[in-house]
């Protein structure tokens, strides 16, 4: 399973530079956990930190930088862009395809043209070559304003020392590459992205791995609202965005995986009490209605009448259920409507999707719920503070020696939380 080891974002909002784990020149620093929580007070940017990974995955979905700019009420990119800065907004993603892979950058920058326009400025993945351990990884895709060059199949590519010498990297190019291996890219559009043209030819084997990773990030937007719609009945593999698809999901599950389906059946029944079937009826105009039956009650509870955390955990659930999950699961704020007591719960099954020995998906959670953190370790748990000069900054809990010799004593994270002991003093 791909990992997400490292993740760096500059000028995005009140995240001037913030970096979490491991990156290309930081290999030293220990990388994200399977499971990561991001913690901190109102307004120190942890909607930043989940929107620069839904702007990632919102770029490449979409393929247009503008687009992407505009959706889900960002507003344009300068609003997006930090406040008296003219720098471009970047991106560092520092992944493994798996355990035993070379660790491969993403890198991109992004800025506007001379009309306001935004546009992709630079765009660099690169790895090491196989048995390097020093030195600067390789570069196999290297675009600039749209133009550049990209390896085919697994030859490596050139070794760009320093950021200055990208401007001059096709005199670079004319001594070290051979024809055969390389090609050149120009694109037409630069609020496109390269990784996305190349990443679905096959000439191009690790940009289309890299392309596969950021489309299979799972962003939850979910509202309890979207869920109690009445979709068109018929089947549905993976849950929406939205939540808007629960129903086909179940249906899908219900005729697919009827084994697994009990299992969420039976979680919720231990977490809510009452509840002991959940099952789908198609209305006459081909509807469908997501139905829940109550024990002590004959008639079923339709998902219009049940609770938002009802409706809110049944989804997440079935998040962590999914078959073929997706590499990546980022939620901000999962306790909204959710019982307190719900909450630990909720973690310890996020924290078993991420660790467990059958490789489910990455998560990765904002949160302000002491309840939430009880089920964690420090080193999974990073705290977001707004510095003097109003920008965040982030440091992993595990770094305070005091934390982890209070957890180690058995005083739950939460309480330390609560109790203000994560805070800098």
């Known amino acids: ?30 990388a994200l956990t399977p499971m990561t929580a991001i913690i901190g007070k109102n307004g120190v940017g942890k909607s930043a930190l989940f929107d620069a990974f839904g702007f990632l995955s919102d770029a490449l979905n979409f393929n247009n930088i503008e687009e992407a700019c505009d959706a889900r009420g960002r507003g344009g990119f300068e609003k997006m862009r930090t406040q008296g800065t003219v720098d471009p907004i970047q991106f ?45 990884p390789f570069s196999f895709l290297i675009l600039n304003n749209g133009s550049g060059v990209a390896w085919k199949g697994e030859q490596e590519g050139l070794q760009i020392v320093e950021d200055t010498e990208v401007i001059d990297f096709f005199e670079e190019l004319q001594k070290e590459r051979e024809s055969a291996e390389t090609e050149d890219i120009e694109l037409d559009d630069h609020r496109k992205l390269g990784i996305a043209t190349l990443g679905v030819l096959k000439q191009h084997p690790r940009i289309a791995a890299f392309r596969r ?54 979680k919720i029944a ?52 999914d078959p073929t999950p997706p590499p990546f699961i980022c939620i901000e704020e999962p306790e909204n409507g959710l019982y307190h007591k719900l909450l630990e719960i909720l973690a310890t099954e996020f924290r078993l999707h991420a660790t467990g020995l059958k490789g489910g998906s990455q998560v ?34 595990s770094e305070d020696p005091l934390v982890n010799n209070l957890v180690e004593e058995g005083l739950p994270l939460g309480g330390l939380w609560y109790s203000d002991y994560l805070d800098l003093r």
């Open 213 to 266: 990773f950021i489309e299979g990030w799972y962003l939850s937007y979910f509202t309890p609202d979207a869920a109690r719609s009445l979709p068109l009945a018929g089947p549905q593999k993976h849950l929406n965005t939205h939540g808007d698809n629960l129903g086909n999901v179940v249906q899908f599950m219900r005729r697919e995986h009827a084994q697994r389906f009990e299992t969420i059946l039976k």
């Open 1 to 30: 399973m791909a990992t997400l080891e490292g993740f760096r974002v500059r000028n995005f909002g009140v995240l001037k530079d913030v970096t979490l784990g491991r990156l290309w020149d930081k290999r030293k620093e220990e």
């Open 364 to 397: 990765f959670i904002t949160t302000h719920q002491p309840y939430f953190l009880n089920a964690l370790a420090p080193k999974e748990v990073w705290i977001l503070e707004k510095g003097d000069d109003g920008f965040s900054n982030i440091r992993r809990a």
């Open 92 to 136: 560092d993603v520092y992944y493994r395809e798996h355990g035993n892979a070379r660790p491969i950058t993403y890198q991109i920058a992004i800025t506007v043209d001379e009309f306001g326009r935004p546009q992709v400025l630079r765009e660099r993945l690169r790895q090491r070559r196989k048995h390097q351990t020093r030195g600067q």
């Open 270 to 321: 231990d977490k809510i009490p009452g509840i002991n079937q959940i099952d789908t009826e198609e209305t006459n105009d081909g509807r469908l209605l997501l139905k829940f039956n109550d024990k002590g009650f004959q008639d079923p509870f339709y998902a219009q009448q049940m609770s938002d955390g009802t409706l809110k955990l049944f989804a997440y659930l079935l998040l962590l259920e």
